[in-house]
């Protein structure tokens, strides 16, 4: 089966970058569509940037276009997702998701996330 982990979470002022890590503890990643999805305190979990396996394609959603930008490592079977000019309504637990559709993107597996705080 596909595990998930996250990592490369934490505090960062406004303004800032991170990049967060999503790496398959169990079987390989290929032939899985890739994704992340973000959850905020009292709400619901949102999908926030996909990338097709096959064609390499991105798309996001409209909060985080031009900020943030999910990538690839096929050779660390890693999942990426860089985060620039973080706001505080970007604070959030951070999902790394694999799944067999891309668009929309549905998830078969998720990770357990990892925390993303942006103070003012």
């Known amino acids: 089966q596909v595990q998930l982990v996250e990592s490369g979470g934490g505090l960062v002022q406004a303004g800032g970058s991170l990049r967060l890590s999503c790496a398959s503890s169990?079987?390989?990643?290929?032939?899985?569509?890739m994704g992340w999805f973000r959850q905020a305190p009292g709400k619901e979990r949102e999908f926030v940037a996909a990338?097709?396996?096959?064609?390499?394609?991105?798309y996001s959603a409209d909060s985080v276009k031009g900020r943030f930008t999910i990538s690839r490592d096929n050779a660390k079977n890693t999942v990426y997702l860089q985060m620039n000019s973080l706001k505080p309504e970007d604070t959030a637990v951070y999902y790394c998701?694999?799944?067999?559709?891309?668009?929309?993107?549905?998830?078969?597996?998720w990770g357990q996330g990892t925390q993303v705080t942006v103070s003012s």
């Open positions: 998701a694999a799944g067999s559709s891309y668009r929309p993107f549905s998830s078969d597996y």
């Open positions: 169990g079987r390989t990643l290929s032939g899985y569509h």
């Open positions: 990338r097709s396996w096959r064609s390499g394609s991105t």
